[in-house]
């Protein structure tokens, strides 16, 4: 069984980018954390970072055939991908949302996101915990309702 972990623009960055919004930890530990809590529970986990829209689709299309479910921090494209909602609605997979900060809080442009509606689930606010919280929930979901 495997998850997609799918990180959007600049979260390459991590740890040095902005560290009093998003933290210090850096890309890799939030990878090393969600293969840990996946591994607890018997999932295995694909990551992928990319600052490129169209490879962001490519990915969520292929966890069709190669995933249970998605965890995407979209980023940026959040607030504006019409493409990326789209590549979620047209796969049968749940897709679980998490931003590191707490976006409504932050400016009016982020307090939209073009992916919740079409998404199971969100997390926000809670730091790199946060991808914790939402690889637990992807679990939870897959297991008890499928999407
Ligand atoms: C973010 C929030 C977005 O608004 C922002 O563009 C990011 C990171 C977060 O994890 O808090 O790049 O998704």
């Not at 169209?54 to 249970?68: N, P, Y």
């Not at 479910?69 to 959040?78: C, E, H, K, L, V």
């Not at 079409?118 to 919280?133: K, M, N, P």
């Amino acid at each position: 069984k495997r998850l997609f972990l799918i990180n959007g623009p600049n979260l390459n960055m991590l740890g040095k980018r902005e560290p009093d919004t998003y933290g210090n930890k850096s890309l890799e530990d939030v990878v090393t954390l969600v293969e840990q809590v996946a591994a607890d529970q018997g999932y295995e986990v694909t990551s992928f970072q990319s600052n490129h829209e169209g490879d962001l689709v490519d990915w969520i299309q292929r966890a069709e055939e190669g995933a249970e479910g998605i965890i995407i921090n979209p980023a940026a494209y959040t607030h504006t991908s019409i493409a990326l909602r789209d590549a979620i609605s047209a796969i049968s997979k749940p897709v679980v949302e998490i931003h590191i900060s707490n976006v409504h809080e932050r400016e009016s442009f982020r307090h939209t996101s073009m992916l919740a509606p079409v998404c199971s689930g969100q997390v926000v606010g809670f730091g790199i915990d946060g991808y914790r919280l939402a690889t637990l929930g992807m679990i939870q979901k897959i297991e008890s309702e499928g999407r």
